[in-house]
Protein backbone atom coordinates (compact mmCIF):
# COMPACT_ATOMS: atom_id res chain seq x y z
CA UNK A 1 0.00 0.00 0.00
CA UNK A 2 1.44 3.23 -1.07
CA UNK A 3 0.80 6.29 1.06
CA UNK A 4 1.85 10.05 -0.22
CA UNK A 5 1.20 13.14 1.25
CA UNK A 6 -0.84 15.91 -0.61
CA UNK A 7 0.90 18.15 -2.89
CA UNK A 8 2.26 21.31 -1.29
CA UNK A 9 -0.03 23.99 -2.26
CA UNK A 10 1.09 27.02 -0.23
CA UNK A 11 4.07 28.05 1.67
CA UNK A 12 6.01 25.08 2.96
CA UNK A 13 5.77 25.23 6.89
CA UNK A 14 7.26 21.73 7.27
CA UNK A 15 9.94 19.36 5.68
CA UNK A 16 7.21 16.61 6.69
CA UNK A 17 4.62 18.07 4.77
CA UNK A 18 6.21 17.66 1.42
CA UNK A 19 7.91 14.31 2.46
CA UNK A 20 6.45 11.18 0.88
CA UNK A 21 6.04 7.87 3.49
CA UNK A 22 6.33 5.30 0.54
CA UNK A 23 9.31 3.13 1.38
CA UNK A 24 10.15 3.31 -2.31
CA UNK A 25 10.12 7.37 -2.35
CA UNK A 26 13.43 8.06 -4.37
CA UNK A 27 14.74 10.55 -0.85
CA UNK A 28 14.32 6.82 1.38
CA UNK A 29 15.86 4.62 -1.32
CA UNK A 30 18.95 7.29 -1.77
CA UNK A 31 19.39 7.47 2.32
CA UNK A 32 19.15 3.51 2.63
CA UNK A 33 21.86 3.46 -0.10
CA UNK A 34 24.06 5.34 1.49
CA UNK A 35 23.09 3.56 4.94
CA UNK A 36 24.12 0.15 2.97
CA UNK A 37 27.37 1.79 1.64
CA UNK A 38 28.46 2.59 5.03
CA UNK A 39 27.50 -0.46 6.91
CA UNK A 40 29.33 -2.21 3.78
CA UNK A 41 32.56 -0.32 4.61
CA UNK A 42 32.13 -0.78 8.50
CA UNK A 43 31.71 -5.02 7.30
CA UNK A 44 34.89 -5.20 5.18
CA UNK A 45 37.34 -3.03 7.23
CA UNK A 46 36.22 -5.56 10.05
CA UNK A 47 36.44 -9.18 8.02
CA UNK A 48 39.84 -7.66 6.67
CA UNK A 49 40.85 -6.45 10.57
CA UNK A 50 39.58 -10.01 12.19
CA UNK A 51 41.46 -11.84 9.36
CA UNK A 52 44.81 -10.03 10.12
CA UNK A 53 44.41 -10.44 13.44
CA UNK A 54 43.98 -14.40 13.06
CA UNK A 55 47.20 -14.60 10.92
CA UNK A 56 49.04 -12.39 13.26
CA UNK A 57 47.56 -14.31 16.24
CA UNK A 58 50.93 -15.84 17.27
CA UNK A 59 52.66 -12.35 17.43
CA UNK A 60 52.03 -11.33 21.07
CA UNK A 61 53.09 -7.67 20.52
CA UNK A 62 50.54 -6.86 17.79
CA UNK A 63 47.51 -9.29 18.01
CA UNK A 64 46.12 -10.19 21.86
CA UNK A 65 43.55 -11.91 23.02
CA UNK A 66 41.09 -8.70 23.76
CA UNK A 67 42.07 -7.89 19.58
CA UNK A 68 40.51 -11.24 18.62
CA UNK A 69 37.42 -11.26 20.76
CA UNK A 70 37.32 -7.27 19.90
CA UNK A 71 37.37 -8.41 16.08
CA UNK A 72 34.75 -11.02 16.64
CA UNK A 73 32.49 -9.22 18.18
CA UNK A 74 32.47 -6.11 16.22
CA UNK A 75 32.18 -8.84 12.46
CA UNK A 76 29.16 -9.75 14.42
CA UNK A 77 27.83 -6.13 14.87
CA UNK A 78 28.67 -5.52 11.49
CA UNK A 79 26.66 -8.29 9.83
CA UNK A 80 23.96 -7.53 12.10
CA UNK A 81 23.96 -3.73 11.52
CA UNK A 82 23.96 -4.78 7.23
CA UNK A 83 20.84 -7.38 8.20
CA UNK A 84 19.18 -4.35 9.76
CA UNK A 85 19.84 -2.13 7.30
CA UNK A 86 18.33 -4.54 4.24
CA UNK A 87 15.27 -4.86 6.52
CA UNK A 88 14.68 -1.71 7.37
CA UNK A 89 14.84 -0.65 3.74
CA UNK A 90 12.48 -3.05 3.22
CA UNK A 91 9.94 -0.96 5.45
CA UNK A 92 10.53 -3.25 9.16
CA UNK A 93 9.92 -0.28 11.73
CA UNK A 94 11.72 -2.53 13.84
CA UNK A 95 14.40 -3.15 12.35
CA UNK A 96 14.65 0.29 11.69
CA UNK A 97 14.25 1.10 15.45
CA UNK A 98 17.08 -1.64 16.05
CA UNK A 99 19.49 -0.28 13.74
CA UNK A 100 19.06 3.09 15.28
CA UNK A 101 20.16 1.71 18.51
CA UNK A 102 22.73 -0.58 17.29
CA UNK A 103 24.49 2.64 15.68
CA UNK A 104 24.40 4.68 18.94
CA UNK A 105 25.65 1.44 21.15
CA UNK A 106 28.79 0.69 18.64
CA UNK A 107 29.68 4.29 18.84
CA UNK A 108 29.81 4.04 22.30
CA UNK A 109 31.56 0.94 22.12
CA UNK A 110 34.15 2.42 19.75
CA UNK A 111 34.82 5.91 21.72
CA UNK A 112 35.74 3.17 24.67
CA UNK A 113 38.05 1.41 23.00
CA UNK A 114 39.80 4.18 21.22
CA UNK A 115 39.91 5.52 25.10
CA UNK A 116 40.83 3.08 27.05
CA UNK A 117 44.86 3.04 27.46
CA UNK A 118 47.12 0.36 27.11
CA UNK A 119 44.04 -2.95 25.98
CA UNK A 120 44.03 -2.13 22.53
CA UNK A 121 46.93 -1.52 20.05
CA UNK A 122 47.27 1.32 18.33
CA UNK A 123 46.70 -0.25 14.90
CA UNK A 124 42.91 -1.49 16.52
CA UNK A 125 42.02 1.92 17.96
CA UNK A 126 42.85 3.50 14.70
CA UNK A 127 40.94 0.73 12.73
CA UNK A 128 37.98 1.54 15.10
CA UNK A 129 37.69 5.26 14.34
CA UNK A 130 37.46 4.73 10.68
CA UNK A 131 34.77 1.97 11.68
CA UNK A 132 33.47 4.97 13.90
CA UNK A 133 33.10 7.72 11.28
CA UNK A 134 31.32 4.85 8.83
CA UNK A 135 28.95 4.16 12.13
CA UNK A 136 28.95 8.01 12.62
CA UNK A 137 27.66 8.60 8.98
CA UNK A 138 24.72 5.60 10.03
CA UNK A 139 23.43 7.56 12.72
CA UNK A 140 23.10 10.20 11.46
CA UNK A 141 21.18 9.49 8.29
CA UNK A 142 19.06 6.97 10.08
CA UNK A 143 18.11 9.81 12.77
CA UNK A 144 17.68 12.21 10.45
CA UNK A 145 14.42 13.87 9.79
CA UNK A 146 13.06 12.31 6.92
CA UNK A 147 13.62 8.59 7.95
CA UNK A 148 12.34 9.30 11.33
CA UNK A 149 9.17 10.56 10.07
CA UNK A 150 8.83 7.67 7.33
CA UNK A 151 8.81 5.06 10.37
CA UNK A 152 7.02 7.15 12.31
CA UNK A 153 4.29 7.13 9.84
CA UNK A 154 4.58 3.60 8.94
Known amino acids: MREHTAPCTGPATSMDAMTSTDPQHPDTRRAFRTVRRLVLAYLGLSVVTLAAAIALRDHHTVVNPAVLV ?66 LGVAAVVNGRHLRSLFARL
Open 70 to 135: RGTIVVASAALTLLLTVRAANGSRSAFRRLRILSAVMLVAIATIIALPGTFPVWMKVEQGVCGLAL
